[in-house]
Each structure stands twice: as C-alpha cells, then as structure tokens.
C-alpha cells in the first residue's frame, strides 16, 4: 500500500510553507512539481551548528572556497544566458553560450570531471582513482548525487532532491530546491514517524539542525510493507550543499516499545544536478 501526500506540503525550513493548488498522487520520480510559497509560522526548531571560519583558512578551504565562488558564477551565467534568449537577445545569448562553454573547459573541477570520464572509458582506473581523489580536495562534497538510499530495521529511506531554477534569485544569495521522500516500511511490525531531524550544510560547510514534529503536519503510520511519500523544500544561500538526518519512530504493535533512529543517509543539493550521471 502505497500513501501519497496531496494539496498540503509544509516545508520544514525556514518559515515557509509549500502549497500544491491541484490535489495530485505522487511517484518516487522525477520531480517536476510547482511550487508556490507563502509565510507561516515556524513548525520546528532551527539551531545554527557551525560558525563560518573568519580566519584564512587552510589551503584546502581556501580551493573549496574558489571552486564554490566558481559554481555560483557559472549558475550566474547560465542564468543570464537563458534571460537572454526568452528576452529575444540572440547575440547577447550566444556571447554567453560561448563564456560557458570556455569557463567548463577552464574550470579545474570540470575537467578533472572530463578526465575522469575518459580514464574510466579506457580502463586506466588508476588514473580515475587519482582524478577522483583530486576532485575531492577542490571540492569534497562534488561528487555526492542527489539522491540516497538507507535502510534501518527494515525501514527504508529513499530520498532525492531537485534545483528549483524558477524559485531561486542566484543574484541575491537564493538557491531553493525540492526534495522528496519515500519511507517504506520492511519489517514485520506496523511502526509510526514521530520526529524528523535534519542537518542541513550549505557550500561554506556551515551546518544547522532542524528538529519538528512527524512530517508535513502528519506522524503517519506504516504497516509492514506500506509506504509513506512526502515533498518539501530547502532554501540555500550557497548553490550547493548537503542534507542527512533521522527520523525518531516507535513500534505500535506492543505498549511501551521504545523509539529507535532510522537513518536518512546524506544527499546532495546542487545547482548542478547529479554530476555523476555524467561519468
């Protein structure tokens, strides 16, 4: 048996609420969904984990830092290049085209990404492993996908997540993105969702935890093999980041079962999309 969530989607971060105007059921797919946004009152707990650094960092922070200032630029740049062409400005749009495509040429990640591709390609995994590991310093987090799967005591957590290109104002600092989840009960005892937990972590490796009650305004019940889907969204103010988290659930087939953790392994939010599509 399969839930799915309809009309109502309250998004658990920062204030806002997520409303579908047309009652729809939702597959575990492509997310492809509007989302229309208005201010309601906070349904969680918001706590700042990390402070940003105001010292000069390492030399490996420092080359996050370039190639996240790059990301930005770019997403910029693609930005204006499709404001151009809805514009009609053909020539301004070409000019742009041609800047994107000789800045994925330059940039030290996207082409470790391309060299990757090709040793991988020819076999020479041993180069694949060093370009890998390259990447990983300029940008540790680069590689994650958009997408995980965890399983606790048979409980599944299935997550992917989606750049909102249409909600997000890259001049401003504003990255949204939608995520979506599936929870698919294993097990051979009926359990509920209590409390979700999130740890949210932007490009500058800031972190904040968000603790609320159930999800979307529900603390719904599975029995053995049903499953329970849901939408929501996160705001960055970097264009990419993280998220991972728990959810607290409990037995309900024997009076005083104790709550028990199921992971939500990490997922990355990226402007970019699942870079390693590509790969």
Same mark, same amino acid.
């Given at each position: 048996?399969?839930?799915?969530?309809?009309?109502?989607?309250?998004?658990?971060?920062?204030?806002?609420?997520?409303?579908?105007?047309?009652?729809?059921?939702?597959?575990?797919?492509?997310? #492809?969904?509007?989302?229309?946004?208005?201010?309601?009152?906070?349904?969680?707990?918001?706590?700042? %984990?990390?402070?940003?650094?105001?010292? *000069?960092?390492?030399?490996?922070?420092?080359?996050?830092?370039?190639?996240?200032?790059?990301?930005?630029?770019?997403?910029?740049?693609?930005?204006?290049?499709?404001?151009?062409?809805?514009?009609?400005?053909?020539?301004?749009?070409?000019?742009?085209?041609?800047?994107?495509?000789?800045?994925?040429?330059?940039?030290?990640?996207?082409?470790?990404?391309?060299?990757?591709?090709?040793?991988?390609?020819?076999?020479?995994?041993?180069?694949?492993?060093?370009?890998? #590991?390259?990447?990983?310093?300029?940008?540790?987090?680069?590689?994650?996908?958009?997408?995980?799967?965890?399983?606790?005591? *048979?409980?599944?957590?299935?997550?992917?997540?989606?750049?909102?290109?249409?909600?997000?104002?890259?001049?401003?600092?504003? +990255?949204?993105?939608? +995520?979506?989840? %599936?929870?698919?009960? #294993?097990?051979?005892?009926?359990?509920?969702?209590?409390?979700?937990? $999130?740890?949210?972590?932007?490009?500058?490796?800031?972190?904040?935890?968000? $603790?609320?009650?159930?999800?979307?305004?529900?603390?719904?019940?599975?029995?053995?093999?049903?499953?329970?889907?849901?939408?929501?969204?996160?705001?960055?103010?970097?264009?990419?980041?993280?998220?991972? *988290?728990?959810?607290?659930?409990?037995?309900?087939?024997?009076? *005083?079962?104790?709550?028990?953790?199921?992971?939500?392994?990490?997922?990355?939010?990226?402007?970019?999309?699942?870079?390693?599509?590509?790969?």
């Amino acid at each position: 048996m399969m839930h799915s969530v309809s009309l109502k989607l309250y998004a658990e971060f920062n204030n806002l609420t997520s409303l579908h105007t047309t009652p729809t059921r939702f597959t575990f797919g492509p997310l #492809n969904f509007p989302v229309r946004l208005n201010r309601s009152k906070r349904n969680c707990k918001l706590i700042a %984990r990390v402070s940003e650094r105001d010292d *000069g960092g390492t030399e490996s922070e420092q080359n996050t830092t370039s190639f996240y200032e790059r990301n930005q630029m770019y997403v910029l740049m693609k930005q204006q290049m499709e404001l151009a062409a809805l514009s009609e400005n053909y020539e301004e749009a070409a000019r742009l085209r041609d800047s994107l495509k000789l800045f994925e040429e330059e940039e030290p990640v996207l082409r470790l990404q391309g060299l990757m591709k090709e040793a991988i390609a020819n076999e020479r995994f041993e180069d694949a492993a060093r370009y890998q #590991n390259q990447i990983k310093e300029i940008a540790p987090h680069y590689l994650l996908k958009c997408s995980s799967d965890a399983t606790t005591l *048979g409980i599944r957590v299935q997550a992917k997540s989606v750049y909102i290109e249409g909600r997000s104002q890259p001049l401003r600092g504003q +990255y949204f993105f939608a +995520y979506r989840i %599936r929870i698919t009960n #294993n097990s051979n005892r009926p359990v509920q969702l209590l409390k979700r937990h $999130w740890i949210v972590t932007n490009a500058n490796e800031k972190s904040e935890d968000v $603790w609320g009650i159930g999800v979307i305004g529900e603390q719904p019940v599975l029995l053995p093999n049903d499953s329970f889907e849901y939408s929501s969204a996160c705001p960055l103010t970097t264009p990419s980041g993280r998220m991972e *988290g728990d959810y607290e659930m409990k037995y309900i087939d024997k009076v *005083g079962s104790k709550t028990f953790s199921v992971s939500i392994a990490p997922f990355a939010l990226s402007t970019l999309g699942d870079v390693t599509d590509n790969i």
